[in-house]
T-cell receptor
Framework: SAVISQKPSRDICQRGTSLTIQCQVDSQVTMMFWYRQQPGQSLTLIATANQGSEATYESGFVIDKFPISRPNLTFSTLTVSNMSPEDSSIYLC???????????FGSGTRLTVV | GDSVTQMEGPVTLSEEAFLTINCTYTATGYPSLFWYVQYPGEGLQLLLKATKADDKGSNKGFEATYRKETTSFHLEKGSVQVSDSAVYFCALSKQGAQKLVFGQGTRLTINP
């Protein structure tokens, strides 16, 4: 399975600022997925990032708030823009090499907005 | 749309007890089914999976069988340990769609 390096692991940010989260994979993958886990909740998909095309956002998530870059097959970034306390969550990236191997997750970025 | 429903937690058991965490799904076609585990302060780890009906996934003493007739994928372990304390997520993916749909998670606490 793939190994994912995600950073930062945690951050405390002021409201109104932006944070960019990086996700590096040790294998080339077509799709990378970004999830949000609000405190005590399950995971919700934010968007799917394909290399060479615009990310596909799920209902309730918009590009202006969560811009995503996917410059190559091993790297992606998610930016949380104009943050408010409601954005305090764990953000995780995920990839799947093949369905046989399932999905691998990064260790997550624990974001607190004050 | 596709969805996953897990038994509500939290679940508290004594060490060596038998564990069942129920999971049912709603999906068209033939999804793959997964159990993920999240230990305190960590990311998600794949615990086990099954890709077709009647498949049994197993790992670390945990088992789950893909039951298409009951649209279920219940997680079981015969004798739990304190180290099994974590949040467990049931999830599905559709071939081609590739994104995961998660259940709400079940927090499990094992007391010595």
């Amino acid at each position: 399975s793939a190994v994912i390096s995600q950073k930062p692991s945690r951050d405390i940010c002021q409201r109104g600022t932006s944070l960019t989260i990086q996700c590096q994979v040790d294998s080339q993958v077509t799709m990378m997925f970004w999830y949000r886990q609000q405190p005590g909740q399950s995971l919700t998909l934010i968007a799917t990032a394909n290399q060479g095309s615009e990310a596909t956002y799920e209902s309730g998530f918009v590009i202006d708030k969560f811009p995503i870059s996917r410059p190559n097959l091993t790297f992606s970034t998610l930016t949380v823009s104009n943050m408010s306390p409601e954005d305090s969550s764990i953000y995780l990236c995920s990839v799947s090499l093949t369905e046989f191997y399932g999905y691998t997750f990064g260790s997550g970025t624990r974001l607190t907005v004050v | 749309g596709d969805s996953v429903t897990q038994m509500e937690g939290p679940v508290t058991l004594s060490e060596e007890a038998f564990l069942t965490i129920n999971c049912t799904y709603t999906a068209t076609g033939y999804p793959s089914l997964f159990w993920y585990v999240q230990y305190p302060g960590e990311g998600l780890q794949l615990l086990l999976k099954a890709t077709k009906a009647d498949d049994k996934g197993s790992n670390k003493g945990f088992e789950a069988t893909y039951r298409k007739e009951t649209t279920s994928f219940h997680l079981e372990k015969g004798s739990v340990q304190v180290s099994d304390s974590a949040v467990y997520f049931c999830a599905l993916s559709k071939q081609g769609a590739q994104k995961l749909v998660f259940g709400q998670g079940t927090r499990l606490t094992i007391n010595p």
